[in-house]
């Protein structure tokens, strides 16, 4: 299986901050890798799709990089609704196995 | 745009088995697979498997392998989650998703809302 290891576990920032979650394959998974908003006892949502395509409505300030086992996802001005827990997964091969979690907390 | 609607919570106990179903709704998805993620309480996601309705054909991950069974109806609009043998750390929220549309990505762009599956004696 491949495994994903994202970094941090936990954030604390505050509102127009830019911040940055990491997010790492332990083998290539081309560009394969999704980044997911999850919000208490809601459903998770998908932000960004093979690493850097926006998802329809995701806001622009949400923006994704990367290739082969290193990934990023940045939001470049937080705003009061983005302090949520982003999951990143990759979709190269089954099983598709998530990252486990970052927990974005208002400073 | 498709909507997946899921069945009620679930009370069970140990050793038993729960079936969680995963209906759309505004659109086809028998094309499309459909993954079950599941997330205990506090903790992470964990992709579970996926079927492709409209030929059946099922992905299971490894720690599943022999407890999960995903099945499609035959019109291939509601898809349905058996997992028997059920333990204790079983108890999370089990949720269905789907693949997006049009794309290679495999990134699953809809979700239904969430089933509560709680196994205790």
Request: glycine share 8%; aromatic share 10%.
């Amino acid at each position: 299986d491949i495994q994903m290891t994202q970094s941090p576990s936990s954030l604390s920032a505050s509102v127009g901050d830019r911040v940055t979650i990491t997010c790492r394959a332990s083998q290539g998974i081309a560009n394969y890798l999704n980044w997911f908003q999850q919000k208490p006892g809601r459903a998770p949502k998908l932000l960004i799709y093979t690493t850097s395509n926006l998802e329809s409505g995701v806001p622009s300030r949400f923006s994704g990089s990367g290739s082969g086992t290193d990934f990023a996802l940045t939001i470049s001005s937080l705003q009061p609704e983005d302090f949520a827990a982003y999951y990143c997964q990759q979709s190269f091969a089954v099983p598709y196995t998530f990252g486990q979690g970052t927990n974005l907390e208002i400073k | 745009q498709v909507q997946l609607v899921q069945s009620g919570a679930e009370m069970k106990k140990p050793g038993s088995s729960v079936n969680v179903s995963c209906k759309a709704s505004g659109g086809d998805i028998s094309s499309y697979a459909i993954n079950w993620v599941r997330q205990a309480p506090g903790e992470g996601l964990e992709w579970m498997g996926n079927i492709i309705p409209i030929f059946g054909t099922t992905n299971y991950a490894q720690r599943f392998q022999g407890r999960l069974t995903l099945t499609a109806d035959k019109a291939a609009t509601t898809v349905s989650m058996e997992l028997s043998s059920l333990r204790s750390d079983d108890t999370a929220v089990y949720y269905c998703a789907k693949v997006k549309p049009y794309s290679m990505s495999n990134a699953f762009d809809v979700w239904g809302q969430g089933t509560l599956v709680s196994v205790s004696s």
